[in-house]
């Protein structure tokens, strides 16, 4: 079954950069949509960026500009580049995958419902 396993998390001071990861196997990378999730304490789950099968990337607004999400070749691994951080970015960091026989629809890539593998997190604390 498939696994994904982040890291990359820690403690940085406002306006820094951190560089997540999420190894996950090849074929889930490259055939399925991945996404970031975050969770910070007494908040709902929230998508922060997915790349899709087709390689299409939505990014959440808040994020928008300062993160960015890709690949690595030959795509054994999901990234997450956030730069410029903000307090309000505090939270638990989670990789998610799908591996549903269908195609998730762009409206739906930043819905965690759209996703049915989930790492266990990597914290990210600014302040």
């Known amino acids: 079954h498939v696994q994904l396993v982040e890291s990359g998390g820690g403690l940085v001071q406002p306006g820094g950069s951190l560089r997540l990861s999420c190894a996950a196997p090849?074929?889930?990378?490259?055939?399925?949509?991945m996404g970031w999730f975050r969770q910070a304490p007494g908040k709902e789950r929230e998508g922060v960026a997915a790349?899709?099968?087709?390689?299409?990337?939505r990014y959440a607004d808040s994020v928008k500009g300062r993160f960015t999400i890709s690949q690595d070749n030959p795509k054994a691994t999901l990234f997450l580049r956030m730069d410029n951080l903000k307090p309000t970015d505090t939270a638990m960091y989670y990789c998610?995958?799908?591996?549903?026989?269908?195609?998730?629809?762009?409206?739906?890539?930043?819905?965690?419902?759209?996703?049915?593998?989930w790492g266990q997190g990597t914290q990210v604390t600014v302040s």
């Open positions: 998610a995958a799908e591996e549903y026989d269908y195609s998730i629809d762009f409206d739906h890539f930043l819905d965690a419902s759209s996703y049915n593998i």
């Open positions: 790349i899709g099968s087709d390689a299409r990337i």
């Open positions: 090849g074929n889930t990378v490259s055939r399925h949509c």
